[in-house]
Every structure is written in structure tokens, then in C-alpha cells.
């Protein structure tokens, strides 16, 4: 019987600025995604850090958890699926949990993903079937993200492909939707 479990995805935006990180996940916004595994009703979760201005004029990250349209916009530009959500409450609680690091120097919303998904991957009961390691996880991503810049999937050469972003399952090791 096909699994109909919720799925967790990382997800890469456009994001304005210069890059500072050596291997350059800055490039992009770093985010969680969970939703269904049939998107019928197109709506899931976004989970990540965001930028901030604090009450003293100074950059700070918060915390976003939010309803999300799982349709394709000009800001996302891939998701990667990483796992096969067993606990949906129990991923929504390990992912508040996540520390926000203000007090860490060049901190940002890639080191929320990374340290969510090592929060996951030690929990062990809230993901089942699953790829939650970090090194992998960018890689396939980046990997991912960078073939869809080399079709010309983000510059307007290419019209887009329809209303769903372009996802590749890491678990099944293919692309699902170009």
C-alpha cells in the first residue's frame, strides 16, 4: 500500500546579496517545507529563519512558521524532498525548538536548516524513511538548484513549467516535477 505520509522538503529562494559562505549556500534562502505527498490541496507549512530588524536598529533572525501555497513563485527555486514525515506534531515541535543564534557571528537561515535537521535526525521517531544528513542534503540541493540555473529555468529564457516548483526526491534519487 503506497505511504500517503506528509513529506519534508528543504527548499532554496532567490535572496539578494553577496554570498560570504565558502561553499556559497548563502546564495539562496534556506527553508523547511512540509505538505502532503499529493498536493491536491496545494497548501503546506514553511518553517525557517528570517532576517530581521530589532528594536535597536540592528540585524536580527526570528523564527517563521507559516501556511504556504506549494505552487511555484519567481522566489522559490527548488525543493528538495528529504523525508517521510511519521510525527507531523512532533516535527512542528522540533522545528520551534530550533535556536535562533543571533549571538553567532555570520549566523543565518542556512545553519537553522542544518541544525533542524540534525534536531530530526537525532530524535528518530518524527521522520520515518528519511535522508537527514546535512552534507548530502546541500550537496543535492545545490546540485539541484544549480542544474535548474544551467537550463535557464530562473532567467526568463525558459517560460516556466507550470504551477509547481521544481522538486527532486531525494529518497526515490529523481527529479519529480522539472
Known sequence: MPSGKNRLYVALYARGGKPKMPTLEDTY?????????????????????????????????QFEEMKTRLIATRMLLVRVCIGKIEKDDRVRSILRSVPIRDDTENWNCVYWVKEA???LKADGRAIGTGELDWVLV?????????????????????????DRPPTYDLLEGREKIP
Do not use: C
Request: proline share 2%.
Open 138 to 162: 546541500r550537496d543535492t540541493a545545490m546540485a539541484y538548484v544549480k542544474q535548474k540555473r544551467d537550463e535557464h529555468r530562473f532567467d526568463g529564457q525558459v517560460s516556466m513549467y507550470g
Open 117 to 119: 535537521l540534525q534536531l
Open 29 to 61: 534562502h534556506w527553508a523547511l517545507i512540509t505538505g502532503p505527498k499529493h498536493e491536491d490541496n496545494r497548501e503546506g507549512w514553511r518553517f525557517h529563519a528570517i532576517s530581521t530588524i530589532k528594536s535597536d536598529s540592528t540585524q536580527g533572525w
